[in-house]
């Protein structure tokens, strides 16, 4: 998913105990839900989707220069994930990064957002991954992968 340099990617996971946040989870805010699209100026919309106790999600670089996914389990307020980046143009394992993280559910001053912590597998480093949810966007998590860079692009009108 994202490295304190810039990685990303997931699929699944449990708690770890490397991240300061997310220990403890807390009651999920009132009337909320994971389920959203979720913008941070590196890692581009992480579109998300809630069912049950697990989430998955995928996004791409605001760069358009790689794609990833996750997948993890709530828990109240927090989602413990692993994460899977894939590097545009790169064959091969080499294009490929992976690692766990976790999420904390937060309401912001203006929206709901996520304070998150990442890192790369088989590294003690530890990333951080801050994201805002967006009003009014429809979540695709289908509509990135890696068939087309150009792909679940949205302009910056619909970033609030």
């Not at 220069?65 to 413990?80: F, M, R």
């Not at 937060?106 to 009003?135: F, I, R, T």
Request: aromatic content about 10%; some cysteine; overall charge negative.
């Amino acid at each position: 998913m994202l490295v304190a340099s810039g990685l990303v990617a997931g699929c699944g996971g449990g708690p770890d105990s490397k991240f300061a946040i997310g220990a403890k989870a807390g009651d999920m805010p009132e009337g909320q839900t994971w389920t959203g699209v979720y913008f941070n100026p590196v890692y581009g919309y992480l579109h998300m989707s809630e069912e049950g106790t697990n989430v998955t999600a995928r996004w791409k670089r605001a760069n358009g220069s790689a794609w990833g996914e996750l997948s993890g389990t709530v828990e109240g307020n927090v989602v413990h994930y692993t994460w899977k980046e894939h590097q545009y143009g790169s064959v091969g394992p080499s294009g490929n990064s992976k690692g766990t993280g976790v999420f904390v559910y937060k309401m912001g001053e203006a929206a709901p957002e996520l304070d998150g912590q990442y890192s790369l597998e088989g590294s003690d480093s530890v990333g951080q991954w801050h994201c805002v949810k967006q009003n009014n966007m429809k979540v695709d998590v289908g509509s990135i992968n890696g068939d087309n860079p150009e792909a679940a692009s949205p302009t910056q009108d619909a970033w609030h």
